[in-house]
């Protein structure tokens, strides 16, 4: 059940934090991210390979091979342990505070020995850092609104975590004889960006077996609950299951009342009164002779409502109810109508994997096409040059077509300046197939100079999608500030798809940006930004999200059929 990967990028990149904390060279910091992010992306388990493996994978060399054979054969890394031994681990956690790098968490701990963030806010709120070199007033303000945007975040989890653990339990425990039906509900269903518990809900006789096998998983760290109808438990990972046995009969009330979201259901049981009947988890029934009228799957519970089926991710009282009754409920773009993936990265800027594997990975996933967008020379550290990107095109025609039925596509990701330019003149421009654009810094310019930054790049006739828009990191930096309405009414004037990212700490647009802006009548593009074969499954983040906006196929411009998409990538210019 542990992900090996995971476990040794979490603790590379805990080698690199305390490395930089404790002075060390950037370079090696550098070395030890790049080496923890190759891991994590690396397709094949590395708990599998001996050290020629091991260093066949990018960015890792003799010394970091080492270290994780180290870790695999006897579960500690003994240059790990001896930074740990210096640093206090709140020391670290100071450095998670979006705009706090380790230099200051350094100083902080040294002349102040503050080493958690909980002291970090009460000394600046006793105004104790003052006098404290490099911690101006603007510095404490950043630092501040970093640990309000932590604590905001607090205790939930993010999506992709908890469907990881989810789909593990719920494994788990179809496996146990006498289920007849298990599944997850609540908000994880609603594939809502972060959950706050995971709620998984079994159908069977019998519910003992059940809440027993759910306390002695090996995941389970803690049991917080243990009864008949409910048990609750903690999981390694610190995140809480609730698990519930339904009667088999029950089973589609259950999952709908516990899928929620509270808001829905009490639209639903309303409309229920209103019929004289009662909703609850066991079913639907009849007040005055107490009969039971529906309860065995969600479809008869609300078709006996008068309502359609209504997908779990517009289950938030957004106007579900009311699309549902006009029969007007939207037909949901799902994983399966995306045709193909319009941002992704290779190994010729900061992608993992070169190429060819991006492709042959993609054609896999059955993708009609596939766009490489490879960073440009303007966001400096990638290194591109207008040699390795027209290079790069020679391969992709080469490509094209060869082995796959699947069709390519040149691209790039232009990075958006300060005014809203971006990389490359106009006839450069016009020999890719697409471009994406997005902003990479620059974050805060005020209002106005922001809005009329990123109308300038909609108006671009080069630029086809805004990449991850708002630039908003879940937990960690709040969008950019800017007169949204105005930009998504130049998306839609000028035919710039605004972009889904798919990275489950993205997830930008969010669902109700995605709504405002449909509003506009723009288009959309669900994107999986990879840089790694991993990352192309990200895909069912984008697609949750796009469904919580009510975007349909129409809506999302890589479900149309290739001509389609090529004739809106010309932005109304005739061939
Ligand atoms: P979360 O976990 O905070 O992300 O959000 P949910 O929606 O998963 O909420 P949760 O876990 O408290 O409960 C799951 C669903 O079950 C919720 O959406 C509605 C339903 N539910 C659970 N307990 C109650 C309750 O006591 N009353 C009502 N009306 N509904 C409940
Ligand atoms: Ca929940
Ligand atoms: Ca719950
Ligand atoms: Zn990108």
Redesign the pocket.
């Known amino acids: 059940m542990a992900r090996p990967n995971e476990e040794v990028e979490a603790l590379l990149q805990e080698y690199a934090d305390l490395v930089a904390i404790t002075g060390g060279d950037a370079f090696k910091v550098r070395a030890y991210e790049k080496a923890a992010r190759a891991i994590g992306g690396h397709p094949a388990d590395v708990s599998r390979l001996d050290a020629d493996g091991l260093r066949d994978i990018p960015n890792v060399g003799r010394s970091i091979a080492e270290k994780v054979l180290e870790y695999l054969r006897t579960g500690r890394v003994s240059a790990v342990e001896e930074r740990r031994a210096k640093i206090p681990a709140g020391v670290r956690e100071l450095i998670t505070i979006p705009t706090l790098g380790p230099k200051k968490a350094m100083r902080l701990y040294e002349d102040l020995h503050i080493s958690s963030v909980g002291e970090l806010a009460a000394a600046i709120e006793a105004d104790a850092l003052h006098d404290l070199k490099g911690f101006g007033d603007k510095t404490q303000e950043n630092i501040r609104h970093g640990i309000a945007l932590m604590q905001q975040a607090g205790g ?1 989890i993010p999506l992709h975590l908890a469907l990881e653990t989810a789909e593990e339990i719920v494994a788990e425990l179809s496996a146990g004889s006498g289920c007849r039906r298990c599944a997850y ?4 269903r ?1 594939m ?1 960006e ?6 998984v809900l079994v159908a069977a006789q019998r519910s003992g077996p059940f809440m027993d096998a759910l306390t002695a998983l090996p995941s389970t760290a803690e049991v917080i609950a243990h009864g008949r109808k409910k048990t609750s438990v903690r999981t390694t990972k610190g995140v809480q299951v ?1 698990l519930r046995v339904l009667p088999p009969d029950s089973w589609g009330a259950g999952l709908q ?6 808001a829905h ?2 639209r639903t049981r309303t409309l229920a009164v209103r019929q004289g009947l009662k909703l609850s988890e066991y079913g639907l029934f009849d007040v005055d002779s107490g009969e039971s009228l529906a309860s065995r799957s969600e479809e008869e519970v609300y078709a006996r409502l008068g309502l359609p089926w209504i997908p779990p991710t517009l289950r938030e009282d957004r106007g579900e109810i009311e699309a549902a009754l006009r029969g007007e409920l939207p037909d949901v773009v799902t994983e399966r109508s995306v045709r193909g993936d319009l941002h992704t990265h290779t190994d010729l800027t900061d992608g993992l994997a070169p190429l060819e594997e991006m492709v042959t990975a993609a054609a896999e996933r059955g993708y009609a096409y596939y766009a490489v967008t490879d960073h440009a020379p303007n966001l400096y550290m990638q290194r591109m040059t207008d040699e390795k990107i027209l290079a790069q095109r020679e391969r992709v025609r080469a490509l094209d077509g060869s082995r796959h039925r699947m069709r390519l596509l040149h691209g790039t990701e232009l990075n958006i300046g300060p005014d809203g330019g971006v990389d490359w003149p106009e006839e450069f421009l016009a020999g890719f197939d697409l471009c994406v654009a997005s902003v990479h810094s620059h974050f805060d310019l005020g209002r106005r100079e922001m809005t009329a930054r990123l109308v300038r790049a909609c108006e671009n006739p080069h630029v086809n999608i805004l990449g991850h828009p708002t630039t908003r990191l879940i937990g960690r930096r709040k969008g950019l500030d800017a007169d949204w309405d105005e930009v998504f009414a130049a998306c839609a004037r000028s035919g710039t798809a605004l972009e889904v990212n798919a990275q489950p700490d993205r997830l930008d647009l969010c669902d109700e940006d995605i709504l405002r802006a449909k509003e506009h009548g723009a288009k959309f593009a669900v994107n999986t930004d990879a840089h790694s074969v991993l990352h192309l499954a990200h895909l069912r983040y984008g697609i949750g999200t796009a469904q919580r906006g009510g975007l349909t196929p129409d809506d999302v411009i890589n479900t149309w059929p290739l001509r389609s998409l090529r004739r809106f990538l010309r932005k109304g210019a005739s061939a």
Do not use: E, H, P
């Not at 009342?257 to 509270?262: A, E, N, Q, V």
């Open positions: 939930r509900a609540g908000s994880l609603r809502k972060t959950v706050g518990d995971i709620d609730d009342y516990f899928t929620g979201s509270r259901n009490i």
